[in-house]
């Protein structure tokens, strides 16, 4: 079974500074990782994902994630954070549904709030 | 990656009554799913729907709560019966593109159920 584990539900942080958003997962079988970004009154936007290879991930509106099997961790950084980067933040694993495809399993979510 | 048109954006209904979402992608995609997000907390899968086939809901989630239609490979419908204050949730359809896991989502239904 997977599971995702974001344990910061809001991370406040001042303009410019950097930030990371923690996501920790747990799944039995390989490993596909993802991070979305909700912005108010919209829908899920892609910011990065993780199915192989290097293990440090770039991705949209400068962030990056980290991923970290010996720590089953895939935690999402930006080195100086901008207002327009407050939102919600989902982690997802890659998840077997009950139609047999494949899905994605969200996390609860971080809501990230920019102070200017 | 594919666009999807998502309607009504937001909706207020009475008790009892029901309503119908609408997903139009403007390319042919095999497979839609529709998520619902309670306030303040995560996406959960309500249901697969495939062209073709009957819907095939998640735990928790019933056909006769939450009906599904999925006459051609762009377009779906969910339609929320029978609404209660605890359906009032955002509602979202996603769809799957390519090889690499590249899923797109509506920008959803705000649905407040009075």
């Known amino acids: 079974a997977q599971s995702v584990t974001q344990l910061d539900s809001q991370v406040p942080v001042f303009e410019e500074a950097p930030v990371e958003l923690r996501c920790n997962y747990s799944s039995s079988v390989s490993v596909y990782l993802f991070w979305y970004v909700q912005y108010p009154n919209q829908g899920l936007q892609l910011l990065l994902k993780?199915?192989?290879?290097?293990?440090l991930v770039k991705g949209i509106n400068g962030f990056e994630a980290e991923f970290n099997k010996s720590q089953t961790s895939f935690h999402l950084r930006k080195p100086s954070v901008h207002i327009s980067d407050t939102a919600e933040y989902f982690c997802?694993?890659?998840?077997?549904?009950?139609?047999?495809?494949?899905?994605?399993?969200f996390g609860t979510g971080t809501r990230l709030t920019v102070i200017p | 990656s594919a666009v999807i048109s998502q309607k009504p954006s937001r909706d207020i209904c009475q008790r009892g009554t029901s309503l119908t979402i609408q997903c139009q992608v403007d390319?042919?995609?095999?497979?839609m799913f529709w998520y619902r997000q309670q306030p303040g907390q995560s996406l959960t899968l309500i249901a697969t729907?495939?062209?073709?086939?009957?819907?095939?809901?998640e735990s928790g989630f019933v056909i006769d709560k939450f009906p599904i239609s999925r006459p051609n490979l762009t377009f779906s419908t969910l339609t929320v019966s029978n609404m209660s204050p605890e359906d009032s949730s955002i509602y979202l359809c996603?769809?799957?593109?390519?090889?690499?896991?590249?899923?797109?989502f509506g920008s959803g239904t705000r649905l407040t159920v009075v």
């Open positions: 997802a694993v890659n998840s077997r549904i009950r139609s047999g495809a494949n899905n994605l399993f």
């Open positions: 390319s042919q995609v095999t497979m």
């Open positions: 729907a495939n062209q073709g086939s009957e819907a095939t809901y």
């Open positions: 993780y199915l192989s290879g290097s293990t």
């Open positions: 996603s769809v799957r593109q390519g090889g690499d896991y590249g899923y797109t």
